[in-house]
């Protein structure tokens, strides 16, 4: 035997049970964390993979964007070399880009429902600064005008009418004969004039026109100075008609060339303004989406840091707790090996004093055996001689159970077997009865034998653990019955030729037995309270005993109870016939 120094020493397991439900919570918790990793993965990548989507639809109005400035650029361009050249082709290339830039803002337009963002924009900046105008009803009106009126480019100034004098000068007689005179200085250029101008130099070259009359009759100044007032009469009315003429052909182009610019400098205006409209938006837009994305992205990284940090955390703990349980289930180990080394040592030793107490009981039954056998010799009373028959046939049922005892104790592995003797059945159980009466008697209990076993049944079965099955059961009875009655009715019914069954019910007034403790009577060691007013030791190994035994002998047993009225316990074996 150990001392209490030698003992291991024992951990304190009051957390036990906290640490196996944190561990347990834990362990919920990783797995609420992965759900909701996976969860965040998935609603959150399905964020992200919309907002690219947007991105990309963006970027793409961005580059139709890009397509309808390079358009406008062209456009302009295009006017530009009609202004210059006055080709209708130049004209024609401007309206058709136009015409393009137009389709592409069709396009934008389309994207408005969207991105309400950027139909609020649009629908707030139209409102803000171009009012209720259409750029595609715009180029229209302006096509219009530039195909359907009179209106081209200018290209020249208006020329003026040549006046025809045709004045006959044949009246007054004579020849005119011009002579033009030129010095010997060299005519300069620009730059030499300048360079004269400049120093104060006044070298000219100069000419001089002679007209010399050859003959006729000298005419009268009056009439020649009548005659020239009326050319110059008729030439001023000439050239102020056609002076007025051009002042009203070029008010005219004036007022188209006007209206003109005004159309197409709308046009444009509107055009750089729509454009930096839909510019403005949809960088707008991009800029928001992008922002966006990277605040969700943000979060995203965030949410799945913390439960990444959540996760580890938790699996420390796990880790913790797990260690903790591990050390504990070491200590229950060695404290396990401990005491089944205490068993082993203690059931040894338990062993040892079954074999001294049955080797030692072995002695003094069979003493107690001779002693009966004399004493029956000497007497010639049959009632002694009746007590001594119960008393040796008790002498040998202890003397068996301690022969068996002895058997158990040197080889504890052994399973229960039947070891068949030959005996009369009827003998056999009318001296199991007869050796209890006495003891069922000490509770003032009537005991009834209903008997009907065949006297010359010879069967070559096990008598001790038949005997086992009848004294567990009687025992029993009268353990829970006072001043009531026992009753036994056993009977022999042969099977076949080979085969006797021996069918036996018990019956007591004792407490009876409660329903639950019915259910589990047969369990081995299991004990119950069977009456409120009766302490019970508990069936025990008795009825457990007696199932088994009862099965080695391809038999049942069954019990039936009820508290306050009684047991009654019916058991059949069978039995080889001894030929």
Known sequence: MKSKEDRPKSLN?????IVHYSLIFCILLIQLIIAAFFYN?????KNLAFIENQLKEVLSLENLTDDSRKELLNAQDFLQQYLTKADEKYLNSYFVSLDKLGKNLDNINRYESKYPRLKNILKFKKNDSLGSKNLKTLIDSTYQYSTKSNFRAPTSIPSIKKYDGNYNLDKYDF???????????KKKGLFGRL????????RVRKESTIITVNKGKIPEAAAIKADMDSIMSLVQNHYSGEIKKMQVQVAGKQNDTNKFYTIFNNLLVY????????????????????????LLNSEN???RTNLILGAMALMFIVSILIMYLTRIAFVYENQLKAANKQIKENLNFKNRILGMLSHELRSPLKIIGIFIRKIDKKTNDDSIKEYLKSI??????????ANQILEYTKNQHIENHLVPVVFNLKNEVTSILNSIEPYIETRNNKFIVEENIDPEIEVYSDNTKINQIFMNILANANKFTENGEIKVVTKAESVDESYVSLMT???????????????KIFEPYYQGVLSEGVENLGAGLGLSLCKEIVELYSGNISVDSEQNVGTTVRFTINLNINK
């Open 41 to 45: 993965e998935f609603i959150n990548r």
């Open 505 to 519: 019910t018990i019956s007591d007034t004792g407490v009876g037995i409660s329903k639950s403790d019915l259910e």
């Open 301 to 303: 990284n965030k949410i």
């Open 195 to 202: 360079g004269d101008a400049i120093t104060g130099k006044q």
């Open 271 to 294: 055009s750089n303004g729509v454009m930096n409209i839909y510019d403005f938006a949809i960088k707008d837009s991009k800029a928001d989406l992008e922002k966006q994305y990277a």
């Open 392 to 401: 040796s046939f008790t002498n040998k049922t202890l003397l068996m159970q």
């Open 175 to 185: 020849q005119v004969e011009t002579k033009t005179i030129t010095d010997t200085i």
């Open 13 to 17: 397991f009051r957390f036990r049970k």
